[in-house]
């Protein structure tokens, strides 16, 4: 049994509060001088009227320690719990290796519906790196939330429909140069899109002429429709190689187009509840009671919008998915949106409203020179990564000349040095690239957690075959090999909390104490001592660290190769 719960059993004994609660109060102490636990009594004071100081003196009294637990001390509101520390490096090592891939996760999610919107693209336009922080978030929450138990439906929700569409068509045929669709690029439709804006600025009729193309494609026209389908088709093929590289794939790809024939039923219903209001001509819902802005519905000449498709959207993933959470990973730049949306939603009487999460974070860039590959100011996702990965090949070419497999290897340290990029910190905060931060295989960047895993995985496959059964683990005893254990024992938690607060870098930072606890550990310990004991004891323990490492390198979207 999971140590913690043995505590809260305990601690339930003793205050006849329900075990599982108590549980989810116990911390780890921030100096392992401290104990191996802490329980904050201050959570119980309401229900027990009294001061934590004074309800963690009794608790000391009364509490029957459970078995692997020491001696129990009080020290201020807390009450801390140490740990026999073989008793505890046994039930942590055996359990991540017991568990192996699935370590790490838990069954809280009981199969619920998690919808996650994420990477969402738009049609014929540059997948750049501003789209790179929602596609990365995006996945690491699908992967996270399924380890927890969830069902996890990945929506790639499409910027598939607009009258940007008309203007694509009225460009692709004055200078496409009849080249057909599929021999094109996205890069030159997006160069044809450029160009209908400079000329547009001169000759306002072809602004006339986009809308009537527009017009075309919804009422299903079908020349119209085919160059809709053909630049759609178009970019998918693209982005999939870009998706393929970081190994994303969605359940969904229904986009803003999907709810064309969607949207009337939700004005309908927004008139009926006396939600919509007629202003200047355009059809719009009030949100000045709530300090907000106007939500805008549908256009003076009749159009329905981004907001419009997204009300749609909400209802029918609500309705075709009945989630228990409906995630957007999107800009901070559409906060606005989000909050409109969702006030909307409960105003329609959706009690689900509360179950929508706008997962917000902020820009990223590139630093000057990063990249010499610039098209116009923007930066493509797909350059990104294959800079990233040439570099990476250099870097092991030169760091390990006989690796086989070197291809392989840079692909995935390549790709994962960026992904890590923008996970390892807090969701909100700015990114700015440069390839000296992100190649830093001695930083807290992703090709240095991977490097780690590679060097576990070397040194076990050094050990070749010991006796894993009956290990002693009172051999486990330098602090640095204590510190590996609580390190290990953290991931579980992380991934919890990440999931909570919807913050990949909490896997991100819990993935890099287990590494600097593990080169902590094989600087200060022999791991392939000759005492068989003690050799089996340090072996378990790396094992144990290698599985914890390529657990939570998996979980952020990043790959664990076994040699670099
Ligand atoms: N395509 C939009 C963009 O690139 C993001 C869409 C996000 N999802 C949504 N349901 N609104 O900005």
């Known amino acids: 049994m999971d140590v913690k719960l043995a505590i809260a059993q305990s601690l339930s004994g003793a205050t006849g509060l329900p075990a599982e609660e108590l549980a989810g109060y116990i911390e780890t102490p921030p100096d392992p001088s401290m104990g191996d636990y802490a329980f904050p009594c201050f959570r119980l004071a309401k229900a027990l009227k009294k001061a934590p100081p004074a309800i963690a003196a009794e608790l000391a009294g009364r509490l029957a320690p459970p078995p692997g637990i020491e001696r129990a001390e009080t020290a201020g509101g807390y009450l801390n719990f140490f740990a026999d520390k073989a008793y505890l490096a046994g039930k942590i090592i055996s359990r991540a290796l017991a568990e192996g891939d699935a370590y790490g996760g838990a069954d809280i999610g009981r199969g619920g519906n ?145 709810y064309e024939d969607k949207m009337q039923a939700v004005i309908d219903e927004l008139d009926d509840k006396g939600l919509l209001v007629v202003d200047n001509g355009a059809k719009i819902v009030d949100l000045s009671e709530w300090n907000m802005p106007p939500f805008l519905i549908v256009k003076t000449d009749g159009a329905t919008l981004y907001a419009t498709r997204d009300l749609a959207a909400a209802c029918y993933r609500k309705k075709t998915y009945d989630f228990v959470k409906s995630l957007y990973v999107v800009a901070y730049q559409q906060n606005l949106h989000f909050r409109q949306l969702f006030k909307v939603l409960e105003l329609m009487g959706r009690d689900w409203a509360k179950d929508c999460e ?161 080169n902590k550990f094989y600087y200060e310990c022999r791991i392939l001592e000759d005492d068989p004991k003690l050799r089996a004891a340090r072996l378990v323990l790396t094992d144990a660290a290698r599985q914890s490492i390529k657990n939570g390198l998996y979980l952020l979207g990043l790959e664990a190769p076994e040699r670099m």
């Open 114 to 258: 998690v919808c996650i919107d994420f990477s969402s693209i738009n049609i014929a336009k540059p997948f750049s790196i501003a789209h790179l922080p929602t596609t990365a978030i995006g996945h690491a929450l699908s992967r996270i939330y399924r380890a927890l138990g969830y069902r996890v439906i990945g929506i790639n929700h499409l910027g598939d429909w607009g009258t940007q569409f008309g203007k694509m068509i009225v460009a692709y045929k004055l200078w496409g140069e009849n080249k057909p669709v599929e021999e094109s690029t996205v890069r030159e439709l997006v160069r044809l899109y450029v160009r209908f804006h400079e000329e547009a600025e001169k000759d306002g009729s072809l602004n006339d002429e986009a809308r009537k193309w527009f017009r075309k494609i919804e009422q299903g026209d079908p020349e119209a429709i085919g160059l809709w389908q053909r630049f759609k088709d178009l970019t998918l093929k693209e982005v999939g190689e870009v998706y393929k590289l970081l190994g994303i794939t969605f359940e969904s790809y229904a986009g803003e187009s999907f």
């Open 358 to 518: 706008h997962v917000n974070f902020g820009m990223v860039s590139m630093e000057e020179g990063t990249l010499s590959t610039r098209h116009g100011n923007v930066v493509y996702l797909e350059d990104v990564l294959n800079a990233s990965i040439e570099k990476t090949l250099e870097i092991i070419k030169e760091k390990s000349p006989d690796l086989e497999n070197r291809e392989e290897a840079a692909r995935a340290v390549g790709v994962g040095a960026i992904v890590w990029g923008v996970l390892y910190n807090g969701r909100i905060k700015d990114t700015s690239f440069s390839w000296a931060k992100v190649l830093n295989f001695d930083g807290e960047t992703g090709p240095y957690a991977q490097y780690t895993h590679a060097r576990c995985c070397s040194v076990l496959r050094k050990a070749g075959a010991y006796d894993k059964e009956g290990v002693d683990y009172s051999l486990i005893r330098e602090e640095s090999a204590a510190a590996l254990v609580r390190a290990v024992a953290q991931l579980p938690d992380a991934v919890k909390s990440a999931a909570e607060k919807n913050e990949p870098y909490l896997v991100a930072r819990c993935v890099i104490d287990i590494c600097s606890a593990f």
